[in-house]
């Protein structure tokens, strides 16, 4: 079984994330940035199908895919580390600014030029534009189906079969291999890389492509091909600051009082 | 003037509020058109008639139900063909995002999520809102291909009720086998709780990990105010509350007029579920929890405490 996990690059979530005032765009590089936590989820899930597969990590192949600035290197790295194959990382000058659409694109071609992979995997939504969407579009260009927000992710022979807990029913999905799946936080416990992972990660393969390599034209991706556009970005004004009062016996009446106040009862 | 296509948010024929919602956004843009997807028509037209759906186009069969996203994005693309719409609406749910998703690459068109607003801007563009980066930043953007796809926040708009004609509209539509690819080959409904759908709900009350593990004060203040209850993930990844009611990045985003959050600190990741809301309350022992940056009102104290008399207080007020 060969399985594509596909990782992002984020900026991390806990430094303050902006906008470069020049062009709209996410400022991705003048902050630090990490493999998305919730990839993570992705990646042990693919590692865990690996070890399971008749022929365990010896036949069954892991391999992360990014699409981001050099930085993105790291997120290859660290999947590398706990337990990835191979990376691919494509790169290019002309993919600052893409959209959703331009994203899969990209990821769509590359994962063609990876070969035919039996699973491809994502996270739930990346931490930073956290759409939740780049996996629908990505299974449409393959046209492969979707199975996404698994909670539980198991491959038996050529099916594939997930639980998901949706508001009004927990549901069983069933979809033929080759399929495309998304993983929730609720899957797994990401494992963290040993020290004898972290040296085996040194002499993995990892590839970089351009979009050259994969066929595809500076012009089609980027942000002036994007199919959105952001017009204007504004900080929230900091909230005013709200009444805070200790309680002292009638804290709950204070709370009583400001929800009658405001006509909440 | 244009159409606009709604996509019916609904279980079995019941309409979702948010539906409503984007029917009166949709008429800021155009004639609202709700597109129905799924089992319990008949339930749904009388209501999408009262909120101004001009026309109805109805697909009604239970076997969309037992398809993944796929089937439904194959409808939205023929309808968005053969109606030439100017925008079409949808939730901003998983299933929205992935519907809207597919819809996107289908037609070519850019797509906005978790829009809190759209407005008609120069020209007829579609000009939306997007609260972002936990809600630090607030974003206007466009769609500047093909017809714009956007999702909308529940809890954007106040609904407005203005009678559409809601006129049904016979439209064949072909389904691929390619769509039909993954299938839900089983169900375990869950039970109802009685209470309000999180999403929806005007008032959200949420417990964290300083309730340890006892919800009842939780759900007894939320019933009193007619509230839904939440959970931060600490509560859910310790099992005191189901995954369903996580408030957060990777649960639920809400923005109703009233949060409380009781024994929650207030961690980036929750904030990203909650900080839209319109009033934020607070009750934490710790003086020092970022939460009480947020709160319009907050009480530095123990929630058994604070909880189990201000749920009186309110009981009483009530009459
Ligand atoms: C605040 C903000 C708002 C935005 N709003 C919009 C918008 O309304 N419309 C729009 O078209 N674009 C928008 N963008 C741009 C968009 O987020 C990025 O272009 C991104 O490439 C795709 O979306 P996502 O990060 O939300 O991915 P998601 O759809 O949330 O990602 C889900 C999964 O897809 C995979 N994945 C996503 N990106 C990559 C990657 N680069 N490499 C490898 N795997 C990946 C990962 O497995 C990830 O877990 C926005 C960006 C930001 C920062
Ligand atoms: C990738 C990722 C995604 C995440 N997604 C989410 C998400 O969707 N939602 C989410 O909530 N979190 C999420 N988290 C977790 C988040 O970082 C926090 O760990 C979590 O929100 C903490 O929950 P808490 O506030 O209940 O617990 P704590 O941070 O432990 O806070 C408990 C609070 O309760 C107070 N307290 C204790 N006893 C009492 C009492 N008797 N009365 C009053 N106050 C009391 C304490 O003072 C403290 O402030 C995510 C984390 C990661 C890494």
């Not at chain 1, 491959?155 to 949706?166: A, F, L, Y």
């Not at chain 2, 029917?23 to 009262?50: N, W």
């Not at chain 2, 809207?100 to 759209?118: H, N």
């Amino acid at each position: 079984m060969n399985i594509v996990v596909c990782i992002k690059y984020v900026p991390d979530a806990q430094a303050e994330l902006t906008f470069n005032a020049s062009d709209n765009t996410t400022d991705r590089l003048g902050v630090e940035g990490l493999l998305s936590e919730l990839d993570e989820y992705a990646i042990e899930a693919g590692l865990k199908l690996a070890e399971a597969a008749a022929g365990g990590v010896a036949e069954n192949t892991v391999t992360v895919l990014t699409v981001g600035p050099d930085k993105a290197a790291d997120a290859i790295k660290k999947a590398l580390q706990m337990g990835a194959h191979a990376g691919v990382h494509v790169s290019d000058e002309a993919i600052h600014g893409s959209d959703a659409a331009a994203t899969s694109l990209i990821l769509a071609e590359a994962v063609k030029k990876i070969g035919s992979p039996d699973l491809i995997l994502t996270g739930m939504a990346s931490t930073d534009g956290s759409m939740g969407v780049v996996p629908a579009m990505l299974a449409e260009r393959l046209g492969l189906p979707q199975v996404t927000l698994a909670a539980e992710l198991t491959v038996d022979g050529g099916t594939v079969i997930i639980r998901r807990d949706g508001d009004t029913a927990s549901v069983t999905i069933t979809a033929s291999l080759p399929a495309l799946v998304s993983v929730t936080d609720q899957i797994n416990e990401p494992r963290y890389p040993s020290f004898k992972g972290i040296m085996a990660a040194k002499k993995k393969p990892v590839e970089t492509w351009s979009l050259a390599d994969l066929g595809l034209d500076a012009g089609s991706v980027g942000l002036a091909a994007a199919w959105t556009k952001v017009e204007s970005f504004t900080k929230r004004p900091p909230r005013a600051k709200g009444q805070i009062v200790t309680d002292e016996g009638d804290g709950g009446t204070q709370l009583a009082e400001f929800l009658t106040t405001h006509k909440f009862v | 003037m244009a159409e606009v296509l709604v996509l019916v948010d609904h279980v079995d024929g019941m309409v979702r509020k948010t539906t409503l919602e984007m029917l009166t956004i949709a008429r800021r843009l155009g004639e609202p058109s709700a597109v129905f997807i799924g089992a319990g028509l008949d339930a749904a037209k009388e209501v999408l008639a009262q909120y101004g759906a001009e026309k109805l186009y109805g697909f009604e069969s239970a076997d969309y139900d037992d398809y993944v996203v796929a089937p439904k994005a194959e409808v939205l693309a023929q309808l968005v063909t053969s109606a030439s719409p100017a925008a079409v609406l949808m939730t901003s749910s998983p299933e929205g995002k992935e519907i809207a998703g597919r819809l996107s690459i289908k037609t070519e068109s850019g797509l906005i999520t978790d829009a809190v607003d759209v407005q008609a801007g120069e020209g007829g563009a579609v000009r939306t809102t997007q609260s972002v980066f936990a809600g630090g930043y607030t974003v206007q953007a466009t769609v500047t291909k093909g017809t714009p796809i956007i999702t909308v926040k529940p809890n954007s708009v106040a609904p407005e009720a203005v009678s559409g004609a809601a006129v049904e509209q016979a439209v064949e539509v072909s389904i691929s086998e390619g769509a039909k690819g993954a299938r839900i080959t089983d169900r375990k409904p869950r039970a109802a709780t009685g209470r309000p759908e999180l999403t929806e709900a005007a008032i959200v009350v949420s417990g964290g990990r300083g309730t340890a593990g006892d919800f009842s004060k939780i759900e007894e203040f939320a019933d009193s105010l007619g509230a839904a209850v939440g959970a931060s993930r600490a509560a859910v990844d310790a099992g005191w509350y189901p995954h369903t009611s996580q408030i957060g990045q990777t649960g639920k985003e809400v923005s109703p007029q009233l949060y409380v959050a009781a024994g929650i600190s207030g961690a980036i990741q929750h904030r990203a579920g909650m900080q839209t809301s319109k009033t934020i309350i607070a009750i934490n022992k710790d003086e020092e929890a970022p939460i009480f940056e947020l709160v319009d009102f907050g009480v530095v104290g123990d929630l058994f405490k604070v909880l189990p008399q201000a749920t009186e207080a309110v009981n009483k007020a009530k009459g």
